[in-house]
């Protein structure tokens, strides 16, 4: 596949979000004026709402405006495309007007709109670029200063003081790619927040074919709305087009600020910026395709989605890049997500955002050990903490782009990060280790917390109630495990010796205390009467991805996951299982649709975890009905994120319904990032999994026809895996190396 045939690939008509992988984005979850030119829905700089950005009006040579009407759109990652038309009054001819959007990744908004005069006779025009944007200092939560008109460009710094949050400035600058012939900047009292040409003050005010060319932000009082605005004329020539291009950039500096824009600004075509930003990333990954075009689609949006999110800004507390979990709220590194990007982004040919996505979180460490949830730029949210797999991600980016100097700079910040959990989540001693409230899990209003606490749903961070979690268990020991193999890997093998023990400590307890023989199940320990909970839930399985657990506990994995009547409903796997007393297909909990239940919806990220689970215990056991099985939760699992079944049609959600696949539309929130599928289909799909010393290939049974990826970067090696039907290849630095059919692994030594 060639690479430029991504965009075309991905490119549909419901979708709208826009980035450039950087600071800027532009993703609003609920648009209200979607459908109007420029871009006047929220954006994003960093999880800082920009609200609005611009939009831009057409006025007759009389200073009427003329009513825009759109027709159609098409987006793909690099640019949305929207078609209006535009009557021109006594003409029975009108205008036709593509208007193509985009963002930069140097956080410029763009907006080229092309005219077509369909007419037999010139039409003047005057095209008018403006936004608007809040001041209310006394209020401290928005306001501008410096605001300016020098070169043909408005610049401003813009305060926002969100929530509790310390008050943040960044800088914007507005121009478009001609030199204005008029300009103004006007203090308004507050209206209704809409691109409407009548509600500005130039509705009024604007005479002559001109703008007042005044810079006023000062009234009798300073609050309200600051109206900006660009003017330019345009002769439209009989049967051609006539082009004017919007930029609104936004940077640390008003200096950076206007520096971004001047590229965008002097191009004819800029969007091609942004296409060529996209066309890079892209490049930057392993070329996959496949005869299912539900896995060869998403495989791609999966890349789209990862850059959509992604920030290389450096700035305040970012020092590194990394990916955020999703948008809006979610635009910030959250430790519950981050090991999902280290898995999926370590098959990048560069290894710097998989190792970003844990540097952030070291480079802000708290000072007793333990990670921070989530961090703002220039803020900090003492109360969140989640738990998460830090240690499988770290082996696994090592075993691709193998770094000694990034496990000795990673080794012991998550060493003091072990310290925080064996001083404060086990005062016990006892290998298990403790979930406080249901927030932290990431996983929250589900009845393994009731289960300890009849308010375990309470609406808390901080210690609400004490549970010895399976899930965050198990996820020491594969940090203990790690930091073990990490040591010997750095030259510490007394600490390495250390290490081993304390994993075969955590592998002891969860075997006689969280494993009930009679159920054949992994549980929760309540520790103050130190039973089993008895409750089953999907995180029940994750002893299953590590080497926990035995051939003796195979039975009990298909006997509960693969059961209809407990996790393998027609869309699986539910956080719950199906014959749970608080389990629930619809998003409800106790009565009241929730954003976040985990009593019965399919949550990517539970479903990664269990995929892995089925997958690791097919392996270890080379046991085909559970090789088959993966094969056909990963199906099912993509095919769950796709829009009423349409291969064009992608999307990822935060949950699902486990009856019918429908999608938690109702949060608004698409593109979320705290799971990984791309790091599933290439080790489960293509076969291809690294160790030390070596590459396994091993597709699994997918009933492929034809599959192929390519450019797989394995310690500075390059793989190719071609399969026709059964029978597949294997290249290596594109050389032939061998052949095998599936259900027979081949071992590349690298």
């Known amino acids: 596949m060639a690479r430029e045939d991504i965009l075309g690939r991905l490119k549909r008509t419901d979708k709208w979000y826009l980035g450039g992988g950087n600071r800027l984005i532009w993703a609003p979850s609920f648009p209200v004026f979607l459908n109007s030119p420029g871009l006047w ?55 036709e007007i593509i ?94 927040l809409q691109p409407h040409w009548n509600l500005t ?52 500096s008003i ?27 892209f490049n930057d990954v392993p070329r996959f395709e496949c005869s299912d075009e539900f896995l060869t689609r998403y495989y791609w949006y999966r890349w789209y989605g990862l850059r959509l999110n992604t920030m290389y800004g450096s700035e305040g507390n970012y020092r590194r890049p990394f990916v955020c979990e999703g948008i809006g709220y979610f635009r910030a590194p959250i430790s519950y997500s981050a090991p999902c990007h280290m ?28 990670f921070r949830g989530y961090i703002d730029v220039a803020h900090y949210r003492q109360e969140m903490f989640y738990h998460a797999n830090w240690g499988n991600a770290l082996l696994q980016l090592h075993l691709v782009h193998p770094s000694s100097g ?64 399976v899930d965050v268990t198990v996820y020491l020991y594969e940090l203990k495990r790690a930091l073990g193999i990490a040591a010997d890997w750095i030259g510490k093998p007394e600490e390495a010796e250390l290490w081993r023990m304390e994993a075969e400590k955590i592998k002891v307890a969860i075997l006689e205390r969280m494993w009930d023989p009679e159920v054949e199940m992994f549980f929760d320990v309540d520790p103050q009467s130190g039973e089993r909970t008895m409750v089953k839930a999907a995180t029940c399985f994750y002893p299953y991805f590590t080497d926990i657990t035995s051939e003796a506990h195979v039975p009990g994995l298909k006997r509960h996951l693969l059961n209809p009547k407990e996790f393998w409903t027609p869309f699986p796997v539910p956080s719950s299982s199906a014959d749970d007393e608080y389990f629930s297909a619809h998003p409800g909990w106790k009565g009241k649709r929730m954003n976040c239940p985990w009593n019965g919806r399919v949550w990517p ?28 939760l990963i199906g099912k699992f993509i095919r769950m994120m796709f829009f009423e079944g349409k291969s064009n049609r992608p999307n990822c959600f935060e949950h699902y319904n486990p009856s019918t696949g429908k999608p938690s539309v109702y949060r608004g929130i698409d593109d979320y990032q705290h799971s990984w599928v791309n790091d599933l289909i290439i080790k489960y799909v293509c076969g291809i999994r690294p160790d030390e010393f070596s590459v396994t290939v091993d597709p699994f049974p997918f009933a492929l026809r034809h599959l192929q990826i390519d450019d797989v970067r394995v310690r500075g090696r390059r793989l190719r895996v071609e399969m026709n039907g059964e029978r597949f290849t294997v290249w290596l630095d594109d050389k032939q190396h061998a052949k095998s059919v599936v259900g027979k692994p081949l071992t590349v030594q690298i």
């Not at 109206?227 to 002769?235: D, W």
């Not at 898995?343 to 710097?352: G, K, Q, S, T, V």
């Open 605 to 632: 990220m539970t479903n990664s975890h269990v995929v892995e689970a089925l997958a690791t215990t097919a392996i270890r056991w080379n046991d085909q009905v559970l090789k088959r099985r993966t094969a056909e």
């Open 406 to 469: 990034f496990l000795e700079e990673a080794y012991d910040g998550l060493k003091r990060y072990v310290g925080y959990f064996d001083r404060e989540r086990d005062e016990e001693v006892s290998g298990l280790y403790d979930i406080d409230n249901h927030y932290e899990t990431g996983q929250e209003y589900m009845h393994r917390y009731v289960a300890v606490d009849p308010k375990a749903d309470q609406d808390n961070w901080g210690e609400v109630f004490r549970l010895k979690g």
């Open 201 to 252: 003050p130039w509705f009024e005010t604007f005479r002559n074919g001109k703008l007042p060319g005044e810079i006023n932000v000062n009234g009798v009082t300073n609050e309200g709305l600051v109206y900006m605005a660009l003017h330019t004329a345009i002769t439209a020539r009989p049967q051609r087009d006539s082009t004017v291009t919007v930029a609104f950039a936004a940077a640390p």
């Open 255 to 281: 200096q950076e600020a206007l520096q971004n824009l001047k590229p965008v600004r002097s191009k004819d075509n800029p969007i091609l910026l942004g296409m060529a930003n996209w066309h890079d990333h």
């Open 343 to 370: 898995l999926e982004n370590r098959w990048m040919h560069e290894p710097e955002l998989a190792r970003g996505s844990l540097l952030t979180f070291l480079d802000n460490q708290r000072e007793d050990g333990g």
């Open 99 to 192: 208007e193509t959007k985009s963002i930069l990744p140097s956080d410029v908004a763009i907006s080229g709109v092309r005219i077509r005069n369909g007419s037999r006779r010139p039409i003047r025009l005057h095209f008018i670029a403006w936004s608007v944007q809040d001041q209310l200092p006394s209020k401290q939560t928005s306001w501008l200063t410096d605001v300016d008109y020098s070169g043909g460009v408005i610049s401003f710094n813009k305060y926002c003081r969100p929530s509790v949050a310390p008050h943040y400035q960044f800088a914007c600058a507005f121009g478009i790619n001609r030199q204005p012939k008029s300009h103004s900047i006007n203090l308004s009292e507050r209206t209704a």
């Open 41 to 95: 829905d929220e954006a994003h700089y960093y999880n800082f709402k920009l609200e609005p950005v611009f939009a831009w009006t057409l006025l007759d040579e009389d200073g009427n405006e003329l009513k825009i009407r759109f027709q159609a759109r098409s987006w793909d990652p690099s640019c949305l495309t929207q078609h209006y038309t535009a009557q021109i009054p006594g003409r029975k001819s009108g205008l």
